[in-house]
T-cell receptor
């Protein structure tokens, strides 16, 4: 099945800083989503982005399907952004990356 | 609209016992997924239903895990007998398969709060 790699595995930021999270996938995909898993374990949809760029407030995402990667940008980070960020893609089956654990310090 | 509902939220059992989890997807969502998330890892797909038919169960340990989706709505996931390594959060998700790719996507998934299982 498709392989999904996320980087970095861990990220510590001061409040107000910007960050970029990356997701690489090993094969062509027809579906790419970004999720935020909050400290209570709830997975929250951020973006459905098989290609192109989308923005939602301080967050934006870009997927370059031809080069098999996606980026999630977080600007002006807040402590509530802390948690684990997952990308998931679908080739023949649905695969999640191992996640990026983000800690935003006040 | 109401989100994906799961119950129970927490369950503690001894090894070799049986356990069942319940999921009610978002109304109108034809596709339902069960995932297993072990601490520190990303979710792993166990089984995917399209209406009440199984689309993908390649990663379901069928010797001990079973799942059904009667009438294409609610679903139950069962483990019998449980092992220590089954300790995990079991997540249910649903998606609405659209013919058109406008507005959202055919596979955009929405997750329930999960059931945290501890096997002792």
């Amino acid at each position: 099945g498709i392989q999904v790699e996320q980087s970095p595995p861990d990220l510590i930021l001061q409040e107000g800083a910007n960050s970029t999270l990356r997701c690489n996938f090993s094969d062509s995909v027809n579906n790419l989503q970004w999720f935020h898993q909050n400290p209570w374990g709830q997975l929250i949809n951020l973006f459905y982005i098989p290609s192109g760029t989308k923005q939602n407030g301080r967050l934006s995402a870009t997927t370059v399907a031809t080069e098999r990667y996606s980026l999630l940008y977080i600007s002006s980070s807040q402590t509530t952004d802390s948690g684990v960020y997952f990308c998931a893609s679908r080739g023949n089956d649905m695969r999640f990356g191992a996640g990026t654990r983000l800690t935003v310090k006040p | 609209e109401a989100g994906v509902a799961q119950s129970p939220r927490y369950k503690i059992i001894e090894k070799r016992q049986s356990v069942a989890f319940w999921c009610n997807p978002i109304s109108g969502h034809a596709t339902l997924y069960w995932y297993q998330q072990i601490l520190g890892q990303g979710p792993k797909l166990l089984i995917q239903f399209q209406n009440n038919g199984v689309v993908d169960d390649s990663q379901l340990p069928k010797d001990r895990f079973s799942a059904e989706r009667l009438k294409g709505v609610d679903s139950t996931l069962k483990i019998q007998p449980a092992k220590l390594e089954d300790s995990a959060v079991y997540l249910c998700a649903s998606s609405f398969r659209r013919v058109s790719r406008l507005a959202g996507g055919p596979y955009e998934q929405y997750f329930g709060p999960g059931t945290r299982l501890t096997v002792t």
